[in-house]
């Protein structure tokens, strides 16, 4: 059985032909209950059939376990060039958006979420409001970064004598893993409307590493994570507003 599936038909006739669990909406999507998945607080009983629920394994579901995707992470740092073995996880990984949601929650709102930060590795969910553009910044480590919800467009630059110039650009939909080495320099806009997430696996603190962003004159800076913030901040706003809605998520009246 395809779990879950977009499909609310689909999902019916799965469910009536003898499927585990118990259907549930959330946003919209069909899905199915597990004894344990956290279901944003829904329960069995939510859509009126009551099945007992099995867990996700016993079921067959593709899991996304925070722990164990770092510690497979980890695994891969002692490897030659761990970012292969690494881009492979996150291909993995974001091959299961559903799983992901599970695991973490639905991207409804721009940010990012640490999943885990050592000095050798950071883990983040990265949500993209739609319509954003983040300035150009470097990382001064490589990365992983893995689309499992809508798409972004980067857009690379390279350093010429005091300023950076556009070099070549790359849009990235879900499905898919780039890796962006220790010398990329990249902004990343949000070519949808739609929110966008991913997951970024980096080879080092990126909180904690001094890098660069430049500003829109072309001035590079020291990176600020508090001006990713508020970009953020700023475009789930626009989006908020486009929408009708409140910042809060409920309708305007
Ligand atoms: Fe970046």
């Not at 946003?27 to 279901?39: I, K, M, V």
């Not at 990329?184 to 949808?192: C, F, G």
């Not at 001094?210 to 626009?238: C, H, I, K, M, Y």
């Amino acid at each position: 059985m395809a779990v879950p599936t977009r499909d609310r038909a689909a999902a019916l006739d799965a469910f009536v032909a003898g499927g585990a669990g118990s259907l549930l909406w959330m946003n919209s999507h069909p899905r199915l209950a597990f004894a344990d998945t956290p279901n944003g607080g829904a329960t069995r009983g939510d859509f009126g059939i009551g099945l007992e629920c099995p867990t996700r394994a016993e079921a067959g579901v593709v899991v996304f376990d925070v722990d164990s995707f770092v510690s497979e992470c980890r695994a891969s740092l002692g490897e030659r060039r761990p970012q292969l073995a690494i881009r492979e996880l996150v291909e993995r990984a974001v091959a299961a958006p559903g799983a992901i949601d599970d695991a973490i929650g639905g991207p409804t709102k721009g940010g990012f979420q640490t999943l885990h930060r050592s000095p050798e590795l950071t883990v983040l969910q990265f949500v993209w409001p739609p319509a954003v553009v983040l300035f150009p910044h470097d990382h001064r480590m490589w990365a992983a970064i893995g689309i499992y919800g809508g798409g972004e467009d980067n857009t690379f630059y390279r350093r010429v004598p005091d300023r950076i110039e556009v070099s070549g650009g790359k849009r990235l939909e879900a499905g898919d893993v780039a890796l962006l080495g220790t010398e990329t320099i990249h902004s990343v806009s949000n070519p949808h409307r739609q929110y966008t997430a991913a997951i970024h696996v980096y080879g080092g603190d990126y909180f904690g590493t001094p890098r660069s962003q430049w500003d829109s004159s072309g001035n590079e800076e020291p990176f600020d994570v508090e001006a990713v913030r508020r970009t953020l901040a700023e475009a789930d706003a626009r989006a908020a507003e486009a929408d009708g809605r409140s910042e809060s998520g409920s309708v305007a009246p």
